[in-house]
Antibody, heavy 120, light 107 residues
Framework: EVQLVQSGAGVNKPGESLTISCRTS????????IGWVRQMPGKGLEWMGI????????KYSPSFEGQVTISADQYTNTAYLRWSSLRASDTSFYYC??????????????WGQGILVTVS | DILMTQSPSSLSASVGDRVTITCRSS??????LAWLQQRPGKAPKSLIY???YLQSGAPSRFSGAGSGTEFTLTIHSLQPEDFVTYYC?????????FGQGTKLEIK
C-alpha cells in the first residue's frame, strides 16, 4: 500500500529555518516524481514544485523558486521541503503528493495527509 | 502560467441529482487534466486523470470528458458524501496549475 506520511507541523517564528518531511512507503521511491502543494487557510491549491528522487532533478513554480528548497533522501524514502527564513505569509497547509509515473508530466495519484505550518 | 478557470465556483444540488462542473484552460493542455476532490480538513484525493480516466478506487458515478481547453466533471446521482470541493489541475505545462475550486452544496 502506497503511503505518504508528513511530519514537521508546528508554530515557528519569522526568520527561522524549517524543514518538513514526507516519508513514503509501499513503492519504489526513486521511480516516481514527488511534489509539494500549498493551501493557504480557506484558499485553493498551489503547485510548488516536484523532485525526481532518482537523480534529485527538480522543477519549481516561479512563485516558489528561491523561496523554498525541495530535496529527497533515497536511503530513507523521504522528501523534504525547506525554508531558510520563514515569513508570516508562509503560514499554510502543505501537502506532499506522488506523481503517477516516472514521467515528469503526470498527475498526483497519492497524497500525504497534509500539515499546518504556522509562522508567528 | 496556464490559468485554469472552473465554473461554477459553487453549486447547490440535491441528493440523486446529476451535476456537471466545467474547467477551462487558457492554453491547449491536450488531455493532461486531472480532477481532485477535497473534503474539509483533509488532503485532496485523485478522482479523474488524463481528462476521462477514473482513478482506481474512485466511485463510478464520477466521469470526466474534454480535451484541449475545455473539460467537464460529471457526478451522476449525487450521494451525501459528494458535497465537498472539487479542483481541476493541468499537468501539461510547468508550473502545473489548479482551478480555483468548485464547492458543491446541498440544496
Amino acid at each position: 500500500e502506497v503511503q505518504l506520511v508528513q511530519s514537521g507541523a508546528g508554530v515557528n517564528k519569522p526568520g527561522e529555518s524549517l524543514t518538513i518531511s514526507c516519508r513514503t512507503s509501499g513503492y519504489t521511491f526513486t521511480s516516481y516524481w514527488i511534489g509539494w502543494v500549498r493551501q493557504m487557510p480557506g484558499k485553493g491549491l498551489e503547485w510548488m514544485g516536484i523532485i525526481y528522487p532518482y537523480n534529485s532533478k527538480t522543477k519549481y513554480s516561479p512563485s516558489f523558486e528561491g523561496q523554498v528548497t525541495i530535496s529527497a533522501d533515497q536511503y530513507t524514502n523521504t522528501a523534504y521541503l525547506r525554508w531558510s527564513s520563514l515569513r508570516a505569509s508562509d503560514t499554510s497547509f502543505y501537502y506532499c503528493a506522488r506523481q503517477a509515473s516516472s514521467s515528469p508530466w503526470d498527475y498526483f495519484d497519492y497524497w500525504g495527509q497534509g500539515i499546518l505550518v504556522t509562522v508567528s | 502560467d496556464i490559468l485554469m478557470t472552473q465554473s461554477p465556483s459553487s453549486l447547490s444540488a440535491s441528493v440523486g441529482d446529476r451535476v456537471t462542473i466545467t474547467c477551462r484552460s487558457s492554453q491547449d493542455i491536450t488531455y493532461k487534466l486531472a480532477w481532485l476532490q477535497q473534503r474539509p480538513g483533509k488532503a485532496p484525493k485523485s478522482l479523474i486523470y488524463a481528462a476521462s480516466y477514473l482513478q482506481s478506487g474512485a466511485p463510478s458515478r464520477f466521469s470526466g470528458a474534454g480535451s484541449g481547453t475545455e473539460f467537464t466533471l460529471t457526478i451522476h446521482s449525487l450521494q451525501p458524501e459528494d458535497f465537498v470541493t472539487y479542483y481541476c489541475q493541468q499537468y501539461n505545462t510547468y508550473p502545473y496549475t489548479f482551478g480555483q475550486g468548485t464547492k458543491l452544496e446541498i440544496k
